[in-house]
């Protein structure tokens, strides 16, 4: 198994442009959400889904938009990028349910936004 | 709202010192506990997940303690070596939600 794959792992952006950050799992996880991380914050939800079909926000979710298509893929979608979106995203997926509930995550994707 | 504090923000221990790291939380209805570990530049790696019913879960070196009652968990590293160097992460999650609340972690630095 591949886990949680992310691309790009680096990305530069201007002001004003969008981008869709890819996420992928291969171990038929039903949960899958997406965080930022930045410096004296620590990781905060942005979006999450449990299942195909089915999103919901998180704490932060202005300025990005997802959907879940099938259950492997759960793209973010940044609609026109700002320099407060420069952060660490990291994508992760869990099953559902007692023991099973450990979280995977992705190595994450560096977004600087100028 | 739920909120989750790790402390100390920082520790520098010599190598094969017992450790402690804490971590607390200000509502006691989580659904469980996870302790995380972070790697500069690295995504996250699960360490221990403790369900809300658990007192403690281990694995190797680690332990992790849950007292839900009181708001506190606490992850135990037994003989540390310089490889465990790394940030430390605690988050919780809710019985009514399901996302993961985290704690700002806390950077351990183990020298030789």
């Known amino acids: 198994n591949a886990g949680v794959t992310q691309t790009p792992k680096f990305q530069v ?7 869709t950050l890819q996420c992928a799992q291969d171990m038929n996880h039903e949960y899958m959400s997406w965080y930022r991380q ?3 914050m620590g990781l ?12 919901d926000q998180g704490e932060v979710p202005n300025g990005y938009n997802v959907s879940r298509s099938t259950t492997e893929d759960f793209p973010l979608r940044l ?9 660490v995203y990291f994508c992760a997926s869990r099953e559902r349910g ?14 600087l936004v100028l | 709202k739920q909120e989750v504090t790790q402390i100390p923000a920082a520790l520098s221990v010599p190598e094969g010192e017992n450790l402690v790291l804490n971590c607390s939380f200000t509502d006691s209805a989580i659904y469980n506990l996870q302790w995380f570990r972070q ?13 809300s019913s658990q007192r403690e879960q281990t694995s190797g070196r680690l332990n992790a303690s849950l007292d839900k009652s009181s708001g ?9 070596q310089p490889g465990d160097s790394a940030t430390y992460l605690c ?19 183990v020298s030789s």
């Open chain 1, 13 to 19: 952006l201007k002001t004003g442009q969008s981008m």
């Open chain 1, 38 to 40: 930045d410096p004296g």
């Open chain 1, 44 to 55: 905060r939800l942005i979006h999450y889904s449990v299942g195909a079909g089915i999103t």
């Open chain 1, 79 to 87: 609609l026109s990028a700002a320099p407060s979106q420069t952060s």
């Open chain 1, 98 to 111: 007692g023991s099973r509930e450990t979280q995977y995550f992705g190595p994450g994707t560096r977004l």
């Open chain 2, 39 to 51: 790697d500069p530049g690295k995504g996250l790696t699960s360490l221990l997940l403790i369900q």
């Open chain 2, 72 to 80: 506190r968990s606490t992850l135990y590293i037994a003989a540390s």
């Open chain 2, 91 to 109: 988050a919780v999650r809710h019985q009514a939600g399901t996302a993961l609340i985290f704690g700002k972690g806390t950077t351990l630095s």
